[in-house]
Every structure is written in structure tokens, then in C-alpha cells.
């Protein structure tokens, strides 16, 4: 297998780095800015990047990506171009070697400020508020639900930014203060539709989407939003085994809710508290990892995936 790419240091303007992936911007042969985006083999987990990465994940993340957006494109306007490290330009030929598979090229927007989640399954942080309140994001829920219930129908719950970096659930009322009525409805509407379609198909090849989140950005001088970042992947979405599924407990996923749990045996143990540094997966839990990343790649698109070039 692979070694884990963790960073880049390309010769291309405005590097700058999110928790898994390095962004360069690029000018696109329409003549357009235009945005490199890099899936490092980087992961992170309760918004820390750990110690080390899954060699080959940034080429799972990027391919599921790209047949999302194609799988979706009817529905809704996205910014990918290209995912062919051939059409960027600028790169020197070890580099386009060691970036095959990884990257996305992209048209550049202005990032609109809130996470567009869409659950339609019980968990993660909504289980955890409705415990509180019988409420998710503002949404009051019918009593009596369990751990990984699914839900009577599929909810928006947006969340955007705190000033500690972490993501922070917010009501659907707090986004029109933040971004006006008429976008909020348009990232709800376009989420509930992104996810049942998404939902429909992968039902279809056995998994259960529990969950995902998007983001949208601007073009500019354009008002409507278009689909941007990653979709559809094991970092941005709770995939479960259709035929697995048991409500009322934690559920075996395809996703790094496996590294999650990991950590979280550290954390109960004293061993971590959750800061940075994160701390180093051992090499099982790499391996299961990636075997599950790439089992849901497999199921979700019919291809194969293989990661030992």
C-alpha cells in the first residue's frame, strides 16, 4: 500500500490548509478562478487532525466525490471540473504522479456561512439533543424515539462556526438572521432533496445514509448557491449496513465513526482529551478504516477501488 500523503507543498498560488484537504487557487482554461482542492490522507476526529493518516483515503474521498456530483448533476448545480490531475496546469510531473486520484478541480465561490445538514436517522449530536430537549436543531421530535431511530421524515439541521472553530447546531430561524429567508429555504429544500435521492439509491446496494452535510457557495455575481466541497463521503456522512441495523443502540458503520469510537475508549481511559495534538491511530484501526471506506465505495458505485499502486 501507499504511504499517507499528510501535506502538500505545491509550486501553485495561496496555499492554505482545512483539517483534510490543501486548497490552491488556479485559473481554469474557461479563463475563470478557479480552486485546486487536494484530499490529503489527513482525518480528523472531534475537530482534530490525528497524528497520522489512511494511506490512500484522499483518493476514496475524491472518487466517491466524483460520482456524486455525477450522479446528482440534474439536480442540482455543483462546482466540480475536473477530478484529471492532467488538466491542472502549473505542476511539476512528480507532483501530478503523487496527486493521481486526489484531486478535485473546481470553480471558485464565495462559501456560503452555514453547514447544510440533513438527518434522517437518530444520532451523533441530534440523538444527544433530543435526549435533552426532544428537539434536534429547534425541530421538536415525537417522544419516545430511540439511539439510531429513523426518523417519521428526513430533517434539515444547520450548523455553522463557532469561534473555537467547532461546529455549533443552529435553529433554522438563526440562519435567516445570519444569510436571509430566501437562502436558508433554498440550502433546506436543496439538502432534503440531495439526501433522499442519495438515500434512495444507496438503500438500493445496502446502506443506510444516516445522515450527511453539504456546503454551497456563490459564483460571482450569481445569488443562487451552487454544491460545493465534498458530498456523499465516509467524512461527511454516517453510512450504515442496511442489513446491521438495530434501533436503540450504536450502530456498525462505514465511516470514521470507527475512529471515533476508538478515541472515545481513550478519552473514557484518560489517555486523551480530546486537544491537540491528536493523538496516533494504531495500525488495526488504520486498516479497518480504510476497509470500510472502501467496502461503502464499492457498494454505493459499482467500481472497484484500489489503493496499493
Not at 490548509?17 to 480528523?44: C, F, H, M, N, W
Not at 460520482?67 to 462546482?79: I, K, P, S
Not at 430511540?146 to 428526513?154: A, T, Y
Request: overall charge negative.
Amino acid at each position: 500500500m501507499r504511504d499517507a500523503l499528510l501535506e502538500t507543498r505545491l509550486s501553485l498560488p495561496n496555499r492554505r490548509q482545512g483539517k483534510v484537504r490543501d486548497l490552491y487557487d488556479v485559473t481554469l482554461r474557461s479563463g475563470e478562478p478557479g480552486l485546486l482542492i487536494v484530499a490529503t490522507d489527513r482525518i480528523s476526529a472531534f475537530d482534530v487532525v490525528l497524528g497520522n493518516g489512511l494511506p490512500g483515503k484522499g483518493v476514496v474521498l475524491t472518487q466517491m466525490s466524483r460520482f456524486w456530483f455525477d450522479f446528482v448533476a440534474g439536480t442540482v448545480r455543483h462546482h466540480l471540473v475536473s477530478t484529471d490531475v492532467a488538466d491542472v496546469s502549473g505542476l511539476a510531473p512528480a507532483e501530478r504522479s503523487a496527486l493521481d486520484g486526489r484531486v478535485m478541480l473546481c470553480r471558485r465561490t464565495e462559501v456560503v456561512p452555514i453547514e447544510c445538514i440533513a438527518r434522517g436517522y437518530l444520532t451523533g449530536t441530534g440523538w444527544k439533543d433530543y435526549q435533552r430537549t426532544d428537539a434536534v436543531c429547534g425541530i421538536t421530535l415525537p417522544k419516545g424515539l430511540r439511539n439510531s431511530d429513523r426518523l417519521p421524515e428526513p430533517i434539515f439541521t444547520p450548523s455553522t462556526k463557532a469561534a473555537s472553530g467547532h461546529d455549533e447546531n443552529i435553529s433554522f430561524e438563526h440562519g435567516v438572521e445570519l444569510v436571509g429567508r430566501p437562502m436558508m429555504e433554498h440550502l433546506r429544500n436543496t439538502t432534503l432533496a440531495l439526501y433522499a435521492k442519495a438515500r434512495d439509491h444507496a438503500l438500493e446496494r445496502g446502506i443506510i445514509v444516516a445522515d450527511t452535510k453539504f456546503e454551497f457557495g456563490r459564483l460571482p455575481d450569481e445569488r443562487e448557491p451552487i454544491l460545493i466541497d465534498e458530498i456523499f463521503t465516509p467524512d461527511s456522512s454516517r453510512f450504515w449496513p442496511a442489513d446491521q441495523w438495530r434501533p436503540g443502540e450504536e450502530q456498525p458503520s462505514f465511516d470514521k465513526q470507527y475512529v471515533r469510537n476508538y478515541l472515545e475508549e481513550l478519552v473514557a481511559g484518560g489517555e486523551w482529551d480530546k486537544s491537540p495534538p491528536g493523538p496516533v491511530l494504531p495500525e488495526d484501526v488504520v486498516a479497518n478504516t480504510l476497509q470500510r471506506y472502501c467496502e461503502a465505495y464499492e457498494r454505493l458505485t459499482g467500481s472497484r477501488i484500489d489503493l496499493d499502486q
